[in-house]
């Protein structure tokens, strides 16, 4: 232990903690702006400086460590002029036109400034000007950009995908995409997670509200929205909602408020998923020796695209299922409206809530439209542009009524919410296997050994006889972990999903942001807590599920199911792709 | 108004002095990887300022230049502005009145030339081409990339056989870098900035004498692959290579055409510049790995296929070991002796005895500098170095060249050899030279020409011929390798243009310096893994201090000291005293420690494996 002083109290801290930690310890919050638990200790912004009694310069809390009867002052008048010049200077090289952001309430700049009462700007401004491909469904604004480097460093650290670089010295320092590329000849994996952990509002998603809206009050239009599993763990902290007034059901009453026609839900083509991917897994493991293994997951776009671009040997893995947002846009644009509507199915507009922003990206796949009225998936919106939807209509969720999904496709079971959690989709799958082989139900938390937020997981089981080895990962550099394993023959799997996300969609690039704090554990918490409370725990027992192959789709894998609800993984390449099969040609 | 007055230092004008020295000290510590164009600015600026204002070109061209670089880097410029830009400064290099305007334009044209890549970055892609992937400067620029502030800090912290395990994960040689270094890492030391660079070869010097190299055990191997790696020349290049891939789990084995390992460390560098007991510690280091060395092998063309047959993969280090000479008019007269030739003979311990004779040695180089000493070690009546350009002009070392004048050898420079004159028994008795005067700057040096003197004869009874080594390449050119004037030709992974064989060091560089024939061992053995289909990591698990919490108050570095030279040339004993406990702890704690502060921090400060 280490004793120190810090503003006038004396404490004692373990060694090695920095003097941030040590602060918090004593009752004092440090401003931070750069700051990134663990990623990015790197001191750039200088806001988190304190003076050392005894020492001329003043030095970053973050990442200076306490020493032996080390005497801080993190408000002394030295520091305080420099956390405010400091800000005043980050300033002149800011947009801070707020009104006009997104993260306008949410950004951690503008917060931090009103807590140092910054109300003016004594230095010129001038900011980066913007050079940007407005449709990628990632959106970087270099004018608010700070460089505090967060993106690169969750890119690298986090995701192990390196899209994000400094670019430029001296004055014109500034983050670009790294090796000279593009965003969208990059192997960027429109995870987001770069967007939710920006402090301000230089990385977001392609706004799509407006299209939306349009369709909305486009009397030709019939809006049917799907709602993700993961949205409703955290649509409410986007509008400052109350947690038990955050429900599910209050969620499909605001989505129906914005003039949507039809309010469904995700789970119910999660289930969907299930029906198929399990029943493919049972199908390739009744012909071992014809596929290579592990079968993979392929709910997350994220991840396939990870997996396209840096293991393109094994996209042949991937489960041919289609990821529930894009299941339900074949159904919806096709059984439901035809069998259950029976109108023109390019009438449809199909959007999506979701807690993601690589969804955006795989709705625009050119090979999403198995429906035939165009793209399956019209829109996605994220958790947040939902959120900001609804304040934006003036809708107040807390003055609403709870109301249920609509039906046939609102019906969902406690294995599909939980897909928002990572090993959720592995848990649903097992669950069902598990009845396919066995011809009963398990106890519905038989899997549980696959829950938790380990990057890694695995578990060895065995159903009717059979031994599965599954594994699951959340987060790209978990994911490469794993694959470069399995690609040394180091670990061998039957069965393994990724989400390219820390925490799955629970944590997702398009969910709502809280400065400093990881909400993904929390989130999906509430998703197994929904899981427990539902009274159909199992994707089998769907009912609309059930009635949509009886009068549809016959049964999974049939020739129908496979025409609407699976995919060829490699009849779309990344941009990436495309450049080294033209290098191969050469 | 008095008619005249005696001019006083103003505080303006110290202080002017005062930051045009700290300005200078700033320039030489420059970070490597920082924008050109944006740095050519910054010149241009600085140059603008010194403008008087008289002429047209200099005082408002200099501006209209500045404007034309600006908008290259605010991404407005087009292809015609880098034309305008190049029409503009020929404009102000042809027109200026002075050195001020034209020099300036010089710069400019000369950046646009150089960093052209850069300008047409900017122009097309917005974006400079620079990056700041490594930008801790000692580190980058140290060939072998050894963790600099690492071991600085470890040995700031007494932590010395810790900081020998540190340098080894990219050097095996500490003890020869410790000692013989050229220290192309302190030369942009950000210390500068404050002071002076830091004594980086001097904490080495220290730490190897704290921590004997022979003494802090090797890492283990990795779990043996069965593969074989033949290495060919058994200096620094190819021990470096050997120990690395014996880590790896493969087996290397060294071919040495000597009768002892080391290369040119033995065979070419003095014994009071590197004593062989301190060159054994890191040589025994490195074969406590297993590697197996053959001595006393010659490797001609056949053996190279035997070799090839019988092995995995091959590295070719075999250095630069054969004489260069001048074709002087009786060079091969007797007492005629060349440098490779005198240390070599010294390397397996048989020193000449120049007892009473006039020595001259012919050349500037350090290798110049290491024949003169060994001479007036030698007992050698008088020594002179003959040259033919001035004495900065010297490629050698300029402590070398002082440490030589100290021990009473005479510098004769602008002295052009002419012919060699020979006694009726075939002994050398004289050296012809040409007087020279330092003419035109070509290439960056300056060169003489003939002066308008007459000969000049200079008596000596011996002629050391230092003016560079060449390569033995033959026997490998006629086996199928590339060579270029004697160079093989290796690609920047160390590949020659047969499969599997690799090459490195002065055989692939011409005479270079022994951290850049480490770092091509290095290089290749990263390398002759991939080939062979692994991908061993070389790491180390060494924690690294915390940087100390001091106020960066200017301070003196402390420099090695040496013997007095009447101590020292009589003997071949080592000259170079190490620091003190006090002073390796001073120096250490200059260190700013740019692996944690600046740009060095952002991935964590160090690459930990590779």
Same mark, same amino acid.
């Given at each position: 232990m280490v004793n120190v002083t810090i503003d006038h109290k004396k404490i004692q801290v373990p060694e090695g903690t920095t003097i941030l930690k040590a602060a918090a310890a004593a009752g004092v919050e440090i401003p931070t702006l750069c700051f990134l638990k663990d990623l990015n200790e790197i001191g750039a912004c200088r806001i988190c400086c304190v003076e050392i009694e005894g020492k001329e310069t003043l030095v970053s809390s973050c990442n200076t460590k306490v020493e032996e009867g080390m005497v801080v002052y993190t408000s002394s008048l030295k520091a305080h002029y420099a956390r405010r010049m400091n800000l005043q200077i980050i300033l002149s090289q800011h947009d801070f036109r707020c009104a006009a952001c997104k993260r306008n309430g949410s950004c951690s700049l503008q917060k931090i400034c009103a807590d140092m009462n910054i109300?003016?700007?004594?230095f010129q401004q001038d900011y980066e000007k913007n050079e940007w491909d407005p449709h990628f469904p990632l959106i970087r604004n270099a004018g608010k950009c700070i460089k505090c480097m967060r993106c690169v460093q969750i890119c690298d650290k986090v995701q192990s995908l390196g899209i994000w670089d400094i670019i430029n010295t001296g004055k014109r320092t500034s983050v670009g995409v790294s090796n000279m590329q593009k965003i969208a000849e990059s192997d960027c994996a429109v995870c987001g997670q770069c967007i939710t952990h920006? *402090?301000? =509002?230089?990385l977001q998603e392609r706004d799509d509200v407006r299209k939306v809206m349009d369709a909305i009050n486009d009397p030709e239009k019939i809006v049917v929205a799907q709602i993700a599993p993961a949205v409703r763990a955290a649509w409410g902290e986007g509008l400052g909602l109350p947690e038990e007034m955050a429900t599910e059901k209050r969620m499909a009453a605001a989505a129906r408020a914005l003039g949507i026609d039809y309010v469904f839900d995700t789970n119910f083509s999660a289930d969907l998923t299930i029906m198929e991917e399990a029943n493919e897994f049972l199908e390739r493991l009744a012909h071992r020796d014809e596929y290579q293994w592990p079968m993979y997951t392929s709910c997350c776009p994220g991840w396939v695209r990870f997996l396209k671009s840096?293991? *393109? =040997?094994?996209?042949?893995?991937?489960?041919t299922a289609k990821s529930p947002q894009q299941m339900f846009g074949a159904v919806a644009k096709s059984y439901f409206a035809q069998k259950v509507l029976d109108v023109d199915p390019g009438k449809i507009f199909c959007v999506s809530i979701m807690p993601c922003t690589a969804k955006k990206a795989e709705c625009a796949l050119p090979n999403m439209n198995d429906a035939g009225a165009g793209p399956d998936v019209d829109a996605v919106l994220t958790t947040r542009e939902f959120d900001r939807m609804l304040r934006s209509e003036l809708i107040s969720p807390a003055n609403l009524e709870e109301e249920g999904f609509d039906s046939p496709l609102g019906t969902g079971s406690g294995a599909a919410v939980i897909f928002g959690a990572t090993g959720g989709v592995m848990e649903a799958a097992l669950r069902t296997a598990y009845y396919a082989l066995n011809k009963e139900n398990p106890k519905p938390d038989l899997f549980q050994a696959v829950r938790g937020l380990d990057g890694i997981r695995v578990a060895g089981l065995e159903i009717a006889g059979v031994p599965l080895r599954a594994a699951v990962a959340h987060g790209l550099g978990n994911a490469r972990k794993l694959m470069e394993k399995i690609q040394a023959g180091e670990a061998e799997y039957d069965f393994v999903e990724v989400m390219a996300c820390p925490g799955g969609c629970a944590g997702g690039g398009g969910q709502p942001i809280t400065e400093g704090r990881e909400m993904a554990g929390e989130r999906g918490a509430k998703l197994y807590q929904l899981d427990t409370e539902n009274p159909l725990r199992f994707s089998h027992e769907n009912p609309s599920v059930i009635v949509l192959y009886d009068q549809y789709?016959?049964?999974?894998?049939?020739h129908k199911a496979h025409e609407l609800l699976h995919t060829d993984h490699t009849a779309w390449a990344m941009a990436s792709e495309k450049t080294k099969n033209r290098f191969n040609k050469v | 108004m008095s008619r005249l007055s005696v001019i006083s230092t103003d505080k303006v004008n110290s202080t002017t002095e005062k930051l045009m020295k700290e300005f200078t000290q700033r320039i030489i510590a420059n970070p490597p990887g920082v924008c050109p164009v944006d740095m050519q600015l910054a010149f241009l600026k600085v140059c603008h300022a010194q403008t008087c204002g008289k002429c047209v070109p200099c005082r408002t061209g200099l501006g209209i230049l500045e404007e034309l670089l600006e908008s290259v880097l605010d991404n407005t410029a087009t292809m015609e502005t880098l034309d305008l830009i190049e029409h503009a400064a020929t404009n102000i290099k042809n027109s200026a009145d002075c050195a001020i305007g034209f020099e300036s334009a010089r710069m400019v044209l000369a950046g646009l030339e150089g960093f052209k890549e850069d300008y047409l970055s900017h122009v097309?892609?917005?974006?400079?081409?620079?990056?700041?992937?490594?930008?801790i400067p000692c580190v980058t620029l140290c060939p072998a990339n050894v963790d600099i502030p690492g071991y600085i800090a470890l040995a700031g912290e007494g932590r010395c056989e810790d900081a020998v395990r540190l340098i080894r994960k990219d050097n095996p040689f500490p003890t020869a870098c410790a000692l013989i270094c050229e220290h192309p890492c302190e030369a942009r030391c950000r210390r500068n900035m404050i002071d002076d660079s830091i004594n980086i070869r001097g904490i080495k010097h220290y730490v190897m004498d704290k921590a004997c190299a022979s003494e802090v055990p090797v890492p283990a191997c990795a779990e043996s692959t069965g593969r074989k790696v033949a290495i060919i020349g058994g200096g620094p290049s190819g021990l470096t290579a050997a120990y690395f891939l014996q880590l790896m789990g493969h087996q290397a084995t060294v071919f040495e055409e000597k009768a002892q390992l080391g290369g040119m460390l033995r065979y070419g560098i003095p014994n009071y510049r590197f004593p062989r007991e301190r060159l054994d510690e890191d040589i025994n280091a490195i074969l406590s790995t297993g590697v197996e060395v053959r001595q006393n092998v010659r490797i001609g063309t056949e053996e190279l296929e035997d070799i090839n047959r019988t092995y995995d993969a091959i590295y070719i280090a075999?250095?630069?070991h054969a004489e260069k000479k001048l074709y002087l008019e009786g060079e091969d007269s007797q007492h005629v002796v060349s440098a490779v030739e005198m240390l070599r003979e010294i390397g397996d311990g048989k020193y000449p005895d120049f007892t009473g004779k006039r020595v001259i040695v012919v050349g500037g180089g350090n290798v110049a500098m290491d024949c003169a000493r060994t001479a007036i070690r030698s007992n050698a009546k008088t020594v002179s170095i003959v040259y033919r350009r001035r004495k900065e002009d010297m490629t050698a070392l300029p402590a070398e060249v002082e440490g030589a004048i100290a021990e009473g050898i005479e510098l004769l420079t602008l002295k052009a050899p002419l012919r060699i004159e020979a006694d009726e028994e075939g002994k050398a008795r004289a050296l012809w030279v040409q007087p020279q005067i330092i003419g035109q700057v070509r290439g960056g040096r300056p060169s003489p020409r003939k002066a308008d003197k007459a000969e000049e004869r200079l008596e000596c009874d011996i002629i050391l011929m230092a003016v560079g080594q060449d390569i033995i390449s033959k026997p490998f050119a006629q086996a199928g390798i590339a060579t270029n004037r004697g160079q093989l030709q290796a690609d920047a992974s160390g590949a020659l243009n047969r499969v599997g064989m690799y090459a490195g060091g002065d055989c692939v560089s011409g005479p270079a310096t022994v951290i850049k024939a480490i770092a091509a061992g290095k290089v290749a053995a990263a390398n002759i893994d991939e080939f062979l289909g692994f991908s061993h990591m070389i790491s180390v698990d060494v924690e690294i201090p915390e940087p100390l919490l001091n106020d960066k108050i200017p301070c003196g570095r402390v420099n090695l000291g040496e013997k007095e030279s009447w101590a020292r040339k009589d003997n071949f004993e080592g000259i170079e005293y190490t620091m003190s406990d006090e002073e390796a702890y001073q120096e250490a704690s200059r260190c700013l420690r740019c692996d944690r502060h600046g740009c060095g921090v952002l991935r964590g400060g160090r690459q930990d494996r590779w």
């Open positions: 109300n003016d700007v004594p920006c *402090p301000t =509002g230089a840096q293991y *393109p =040997g094994m996209v042949k893995q991937l489960s789709l016959e049964k999974p894998l049939s | 097309k892609e917005h974006q400079c081409t620079g990056t700041f992937e490594q930008p075999i250095g630069a």
